[in-house]
Structure formats: C-alpha cells, structure tokens
C-alpha cells in the first residue's frame, strides 16, 4: 500500500509565505516525478510544479519565480515553497507522484489535498 500524505497549509496574508510538504511512503520501489497541483473553488484542477528524480523543474507560469519545488529522495518527500502568495493562490493543493511499487507496478498516486487559504 502506497500512501502521499501532505502537510503544511493554512491561512496566510497575502505577501506571505508558506511551506508545503508531501511524505509517501508504503512498498516504494523508486519515485519517478513528484508534482504539486491545484483546485481553486469552481475551477478545473490545474499544474502548479513538477519535480523529476534527477531535480528537473517545471512550474506553472502563475508561479514562476514565486514558488520553488524540491525533493528529498531519501526521506521521499517533496516539498513546495510558496512567497509573495495572492490571492488567487487559494486553492486545495495535492501532491502527486509516480510510484513504481517493490511488485514493479507503476501508478499515479494523489495525496488527500491540503487548503491554503490567503487573505487579501
């Protein structure tokens, strides 16, 4: 069983920061990309970073140069810096991953989704 579980989100002001991080853990064999994506109220679920193994970085342009996502691959956790938050960075945040489990089955894994919320 193969589990992503997020932590870190809250209420902030806008101008704020906040830290975002995404745990997995079960029978890892190797992570492939880890991402974060966002569900404002009302709107489709959208691509906010991704992270490759090797460190390779892709953000969407609402947050280049305001977000910064990284990993830790012996702790499996991908984390996901936010500054300068808007408001309309308000969303539920989900971490996704692609796992590849020790039974060599790969599969999409999303985390249960975390609120941030900020204010104007």
């Known amino acids: 069983q193969v589990q992503l579980v997020e932590s870190g989100g809250g209420l902030v002001q806008a101008g704020g920061s906040l830290r975002l991080s995404c745990a997995a853990s079960g029978s890892i064999f190797s992570i492939n990309s880890m991402g974060w994506y966002r569900q404002a109220p009302g709107k489709q679920r959208e691509l906010v970073a991704t992270?490759?193994?090797?460190?390779?970085?892709n953000y969407a342009d609402s947050v280049k140069g305001r977000f910064t996502i990284s990993r830790d691959n012996a702790k499996k956790t991908v984390y996901l810096q936010g500054n300068n938050l808007k408001p309309e960075d308000t969303a539920v945040y989900y971490c996704?991953?692609?796992?590849?489990?020790?039974?060599?089955?790969?599969?999409?894994?999303w985390g249960q989704g975390t609120q941030v919320t900020v204010s104007s």
């Open positions: 992270i490759t193994s090797g460190g390779s970085t």
């Open positions: 996704n991953a692609g796992i590849r489990a020790y039974n060599l089955r790969y599969s999409d894994y």
